[in-house]
């Protein structure tokens, strides 16, 4: 698993170069992939601010079962595997998702389209008439 495999799950602004790695970038954190396959997520402030005692305590209750879980003052490290530790984490750092359509919102704006459509070409019909 790679972190490319996340793009139909994050926002194509969420994917970011760091340091020479591609990384999947949130407001509270940041996730790469190690050379051993192994995801790491560092949970930080924004603009790479300390993170509040009550925030630290959320990533603790949410992330300390996953394996390997360290913190310093104001700054989380955890480190797992899978996509659904991917997704989780990407969820605490609030990484920004990919906007999905709806089936309806998609018909409604085909039949939108289709009613415009119909709306010009009796427009262009009506203005050639009149040119004639």
Not at 27 to 55: H, M, S, T
């Amino acid at each position: 698993m790679n972190i490319r495999d996340f793009k139909n799950d994050f926002a194509s602004s969420a994917f970011k170069v760091i340091d020479g790695d591609s990384a999947i970038v949130g407001k509270y954190g940041r996730i790469i992939q190690l050379e051993n396959g192994v995801f790491d997520c560092w949970f930080v402030g924004p603009n790479l601010a300390p993170l509040g005692a009550r925030r630290l305590a959320s990533f603790r209750g949410n992330l300390a079962q996953e394996g390997t879980f360290r913190e310093i003052t104001g700054e989380v490290w955890v480190q797992g595997h899978g996509r659904d530790f991917v997704l989780r984490c990407a969820l605490l750092a609030r990484v920004r998702q990919k906007k999905r359509i709806s089936a309806e919102t998609v018909q409604r704006l085909v039949g939108q389209l289709a009613g415009y459509a119909e709306k010009t070409a009796k427009a262009g019909l009506n203005q050639q008439e009149e040119a004639v």
